[in-house]
């Protein structure tokens, strides 16, 4: 069944620049009611709000600073700080994008509590305390944003790739039926190839140095790029199309494709 964007509330970190903010923006345009952009950078978050009020009209978005690591409300501006804005204004919250994210193994415990602390705090806060008293409908949606590199390895990266296949075991364990029947909640988990966007830029350096460096100067050029508009609208036919627990692969400006792991002989008890 499909899930219905119009009407709804959303959620998005990272939101204020980059991918996340194209997300609200085309989402917004598939009848999207509100949105919060929930971010560290205060610059790119009143850009983002005057950006999106031009567009679509005042009361559309709000900008909280958000560090998704902090999980206790420190300083008043954890993701949980973010949830609450989100309902004060709008009342109601239906879509989580967890879309915050760092590419950097250089700094690659930081870049562990983002892209994975950061990702389950989002999803724990909207399971226990949110979705199941401001969700409209009978259903709320949680999209995780993994990678290409979450599938396979790209070896000046192994941090990274590691911190993505996380991601994409979290949407493989939340969305099995068991807990969806108790939660409602569907989690999609999106894998974005190579897309032209600030956060592959000037890649040089942002690993562990040495051999790291050798393999991205040998193999850098051979990935095939997508442009970020691409990415953006094939992720809104995702949310609109995809069942729960699935994957699925932007890349290469090619239209999106589920993802379907290799099944494996279980070993069950026979007890």
């Known amino acids: ?5 119009e009407g709804k509330y959303a959620l998005i970190t990272g939101g204020a620049s980059g991918l996340g ?3 609200a923006k085309e989402l917004l345009r598939n009848g999207l009611k509100g949105v919060t952009l929930a971010d560290m950078s205060e610059e790119f978050g009143e850009k983002a709000l005057k950006e999106i009020e031009e567009e679509f009209g005042p009361d559309r978005a709000i900008f909280v600073k ?6 206790q409300q420190f300083d008043n501006i954890s993701i949980l700080d973010a949830y609450q804005k989100t309902v004060e204004k709008f009342r109601n919250v239906d879509i989580l994008i967890n879309n915050a994210g760092i590419l950097n193994d250089a700094v690659w415990e930081k870049q562990i509590a983002i892209n994975i602390n950061g990702t389950i705090h989002g999803i724990l806060l909207g399971l226990e305390k949110y ?22 390895g790209y070896g000046h990266v192994p941090v990274y790739c590691a911190t993505k ?21 569907r ?7 190579v897309t032209l966007t600030p956060l592959i830029f000037d890649m040089g350096g ?16 051979k990935w095939v790029s997508q442009e970020p508009d691409h990415m953006a609208k094939e992720m809104v036919n995702i949310i609109k199309n995809a069942s729960n627990g699935t994957i699925w692969v932007v890349e290469g400006g090619d239209p999106a494709y589920e993802y379907i792991p290799a099944e494996r002989r279980g070993v069950l008890s026979k007890k």
């Open 165 to 185: 296949h996380a991601v994409i075991g979290m949407g493989r364990g939340w969305s099995d039926p068991f807990l969806y029947e108790r939660t409602k909640v």
């Open 1 to 5: 069944m499909a899930f219905q964007v």
């Open 21 to 23: 903010l194209l997300y």
């Open 66 to 71: 958000t560090d998704v690591v902090d999980y």
């Open 187 to 193: 989690f999609i988990t999106v894998c974005p190839g």
């Open 206 to 221: 942002r690993n562990m140095g040495g051999i790291y460096e050798e393999f991205l100067q040998k193999n850098g050029e």
């Open 131 to 152: 979705f199941p008293k401001y969700k409209q409908g009978t259903e709320a949606l949680i999209v995780n944003i993994s990678s290409t590199a979450g599938l396979q």
